[in-house]
């Protein structure tokens, strides 16, 4: 079985990267539209934003969690990870984070989505790992919710999710996370 703790560490890993992209050259200033409700992630459980209903149409349980609180550029953000290997294709995170989004645009690979009515940058990543999608919401100003779905398990017939399949996954998780997320705002 998978250690979702090695998920989050890519979290904790990977929002580095973010938070140092931030200082990259101007670009547009939002690329994204209106938010359909700004959602004050960082006042939000990361671990709430799957209902148990939601969890277990992935073959999850709440009790397949793990919360962490990384610390990113000098912020502490608040993540949670889902994933059992013996029920599950993929695992799932949640993670908020006190950044803009816009400094995720750019990157290699990286497209600008609309997720739920939210601006989002996708990311894909497949070189060293399985398949991995990322999805960095802009969920408030200077708010983001990070959310990734990596492969962890075979299909039935024995053959690993692709990476197209993946981020519908990643999209599917977004959809999801963010309708409950808008649920919890105070």
Wanted: glycine share 10%; proline share 9%.
């Amino acid at each position: 079985m998978i250690d979702v703790r090695c998920h989050l560490g890519i979290l904790a890993v990977a929002g580095s990267m973010l938070v140092g992209c931030s200082a990259a050259a101007e670009g547009p200033s939002d690329p994204f539209p209106p938010r359909p409700q700004p959602i004050e992630v960082m006042a939000i459980d990361p671990c709430r934003v799957l209902t148990p209903e939601q969890l277990a149409s992935r073959g999850l349980t709440p009790e397949d969690r793990n919360y962490a609180e990384p610390v990113v550029g000098g912020d502490t953000t608040y993540a949670c990870g889902w994933g059992n290997s013996w029920t599950a294709d993929f695992s799932y995170s949640a993670q908020m984070m006190p950044v803009d989004a816009a400094s995720a645009v750019g990157g290699p690979g990286s497209q600008v989505r609309v997720i739920a009515g939210y601006g989002a940058v996708r990311n894909m990543v497949r070189e060293n790992t399985s398949p991995m999608c990322e999805l960095v919401v802009d969920a408030a100003d200077g708010r983001v919710m990070r959310l990734q779905v990596q492969v962890i398990g075979l299909k039935p017939d024995g053959s690993t999710p692709s990476i197209d399949e993946t981020c519908r996954e990643a999209e599917r998780l977004g959809v999801d996370a963010l309708g409950t997320a808008r649920t919890l705002t105070p």
